[in-house]
């Protein structure tokens, strides 16, 4: 099946609240889960009993030695239904690696087919004492029979292989993804609930970052935080008598993975391969065109997904997407530039998993980012690589 | 520094570690289609089969540098840092990438392309994980 979503525009968020991004918290995931939901569902104008949905993904990032327990490390739908006392009629989690894509397209088919009428979307993301993904693994069994035994563990050392991959293919520096994580830190330095609030980089400072997995440093990983964000979405019918302008869902397109490859080597091929026909499904289904975009808010947990993203949706050619950046057109102060992580992204925001990016879009299009408000009718979000995760095109103008 | 990592063999496994441990690489290869993949999937991701009853076929190990990461802090114990993974192509079974440390060192030069050779790095008696070296060209 082919041509425009059948649902095109007609699901919308219309309220949404974040909590503020910690690197550790002593409270409960759950807890602040629940306050955010509490806090999103008032800022909707409504109140718990009319939440009738509920879509999210728990699913915990690391590889290290930690237990995800629901409630306290990890938040489901079905935790968060039960504990906010309503009844409700839909619970559904996401069970691939494109989570916030994957279980925002849940949000809105249920809100599209009449399974339910008002749906919250959350993120809930912890991070636990100690190192996130050290492992004290002492044999490697199943799946990790192929990879730990060569000391290939976690997901950075499979991008640190695509980064270098594209490095060495187009001739990026470093130099170049400095304007990308400087940008990021900048823009999320502007941000009060951020983790990053007031703490820009400079480019000597991510110069100077050693290495770790060659040629990524720390300074190209998100860092891990305790944070949640939650929407609120209904159909577009309801959603014209409440209290927030609404942003419509134009469409959508999602991927999955394609090679049988070993855990997590995820190549720069495989990825470009699958973003190429994402974004094309993406154009057919929401019916635009990269050039119509005003504000792209692409997914950067690692730096160089930017690339990644900027090229297969078809911003910049392929190959192209670190002079792109090193010439200054990603640049959220610089007018007609493709601000693509003016809401911070993950780099600057924390490890939260595609909600800046969500949240930005919100954020700009429903005229509520306050300082920092762009003029924008158009939005585009996209989360994970494109191998596994997904893109949203989103607009305040359904007309 | 910790004890090596070692592989638990099981029976989607065992003649690939079996190999190892004689330093033959050994690949599944399907018996519907006979292509190689790696690692064996409970279905043949080329043909598609239901059954595809992989055979362990003993192969060159020769490959080229895709790309390569050195890495330098480990979330792993057991490992002396720095160390170089490579992640190589196959030249007789070009489907097929693997990824391995590299034996010639962080200070090898390397480039996209470079020919490598499987080999074998001895973690225990009887217990090796593929690895790759360069090949000098003549």
């Known amino acids: 099946m082919s041509g425009l979503f059948l649902a095109r525009n007609q699901v919308a968020i219309v309220g949404f609240a974040h909590s503020q991004v910690v690197r550790r918290s002593t409270e409960p995931l759950g807890l602040t889960a629940l306050r955010t939901a509490r806090a999103a569902i008032t800022d909707a104008g409504l109140v718990p009993s009319q939440i009738d949905g509920f879509a999210s993904s728990s699913l915990m990032p690391t590889s290290g030695d930690h237990a995800a327990q629901d409630g306290i490390s990890v938040v489901s739908s079905d935790w968060l239904a039960q504990h906010l006392g309503t009844e409700p009629k839909y619970v559904v989690g996401f069970q691939g690696i494109g989570q916030l894509t994957g279980s925002l397209t849940l949000a809105v088919n249920a809100l599209a087919s009449g399974a339910a009428d008002y749906v919250l979307l959350h993120r809930a993301l912890y991070s636990p004492p100690g190192k996130y993904n050290d492992s004290a693994l002492a044999r490697a069994k199943g799946g990790q029979q192929w990879s730990a035994p060569q000391g290939f563990f976690g997901a950075l050392p499979g991008i640190a292989l695509v980064y270098n991959e594209y490095c060495q293919r187009y001739g990026a520096t470093r130099e170049a993804m400095a304007h990308v994580v400087v940008e990021a830190r900048k823009n999320g330095a502007r941000l009060p609930w951020g983790y990053w609030y007031d703490k820009p980089l400079s480019f000597e400072d991510y110069m100077a970052e050693p290495l770790i997995n060659d040629p990524m440093s720390r300074l190209d990983c998100d860092i891990p935080v305790h944070g949640v964000g939650v929407f609120i979405l209904t159909r577009a019918d309801r959603a014209k008598d409440m209290p927030n302008k609404p942003v419509f869902i134009s469409g959508y397109a999602n991927a999955y993975p394609s090679h049988n490859r070993i855990s997590l080597h995820w190549t720069l091929d495989d990825m470009m391969e699958a973003g190429r026909a994402q974004a094309k499904r993406l154009w057919e289904k929401s019916g635009f065109t990269p050039g119509e975009i005003d504000l792209p808010q692409v997914y950067d947990a690692f730096s160089p997904y930017v690339y990644i993203w900027l090229e297969s949706l078809g911003f910049c050619p392929e190959g192209e997407a670190h002079r792109f950046v090193m010439d200054g057109n990603i640049d959220s102060d610089k007018p007609g530039s493709l601000a693509v992580v003016s809401g911070g992204g993950a780099l600057g925001n924390g490890r939260l998993h595609g909600v800046p990016q969500l949240l930005e879009c919100y954020l700009q299009l429903a005229g509520r980012a306050g300082p920092r408000q762009r003029e924008a009718n158009t939005a585009l979000f996209s989360y994970s690589a494109p191998n596994f995760g997904g893109s949203f095109v989103l607009t305040n103008d359904p007309a | ?138």
């Open chain 2, 1 to 138: 520094m910790n004890a090596p990592l070692l592989p638990v063999p099981d029976e989607t496994s065992a003649p690939y570690w079996q190999g190892c441990a004689e330093h033959v690489l050994k690949l599944p290869c399907c018996s519907r289609c006979h292509e190689f993949t790696l690692p064996p999937d409970v279905t043949c991701p080329n043909c598609n089969s239901l059954e595809p009853e992989f055979t362990w076929q003993p192969v060159t190990g020769r490959g080229k540098v895709r790309t390569w990461t050195v890495i330098r802090q480990s979330f792993l114990g057991g490992f002396k840092v720095p160390f170089v993974l490579v992640d190589v192509q196959l030249d007789d079974q070009p489907q097929v990438r693997m990824i391995g440390q590299l034996l010639d060192g962080p200070d090898a030069p390397l480039h996209i392309g470079d020919a490598v050779t499987v080999a074998f790095d001895d973690l225990a008696p009887g217990v090796a994980v593929p690895a790759f070296r360069k090949v000098q060209s003549a």
